[in-house]
């Protein structure tokens, strides 16, 4: 699956997949300090429509900062980190998901499974949160066309942009771009 192919179901089922397998495997109800932790967890895609999903990866000077920090990652988990640095540099030419494993020196299923527990989204999602939040802050600080935007942000039209844009935020770009002024 490429990063630009994930449907907002698919995102949904993967996340409650792997919260049902945690419950599973833990037998322990949670804690208020983990509901917590994980209704402010910063790299949840807005498709779960959670309070977590309002803040990710990038945000606006008003947005509260995020709990889990890059740094923190790498100490934890540096694979996943250096991953996500790879991401990070290619957002305007998308690799996929098995070219980044590869540069990391995992398999494909590895990252996987390293990102959902670390990051609690899989790579493809996370990837894609990160393109959206390029795109984001492309339309509101800048006059850049929405083509441009789109380019810039690793996507193949302006229509693929709009839709993402538009399930990710709740409105198209266009609508983003006139509501900052």
């Known amino acids: 699956m490429t990063s630009s192919s994930v449907s907002t179901s698919q995102i949904s089922s993967l996340i409650s997949q792997s919260a049902s ?15 917590s932790r994980a209704m402010t967890t910063p790299f ?17 000077g008003s947005d509260a900062q995020p ?25 305007d ?3 996929t998901i098995a070219a980044i494993a590869r540069r990391v020196g995992v398999s494909t299923r590895a990252l996987e499974t390293l ?10 999602a996370y990837f894609v949160a990160l393109r959206l939040n390029a795109a984001r ?12 935007v789109a380019e810039r942000s ?4 302006i229509a693929s942009l709009s839709r993402a844009f ?7 770009p266009s609508a983003a771009r006139r509501s900052r002024l």
């Open 21 to 35: 397998r945690h419950r599973a495997s833990s037998n322990r109800s949670p804690t208020k300090a983990s509901i």
């Open 44 to 60: 949840m895609p807005m498709a779960s429509r959670t309070a977590r999903a309002r803040s990710m990866v990038a945000r606006t």
């Open 67 to 91: 709990i889990v920090s890059l740094g923190r990652i790498r100490k934890h988990e540096p694979r996943v980190a250096e991953a996500i640095r790879i991401m990070e540099t290619h957002i």
């Open 93 to 95: 030419r998308p690799l």
């Open 115 to 124: 990102f959902l527990k670390v990051v609690d989204a899989s790579p493809g």
């Open 137 to 148: 802050r492309l339309v509101l600080d800048t006059n850049l066309s929405i083509a441009e």
């Open 154 to 157: 690793g996507f193949s039209a």
């Open 166 to 172: 538009r399930r990710q935020f709740g409105a198209p």
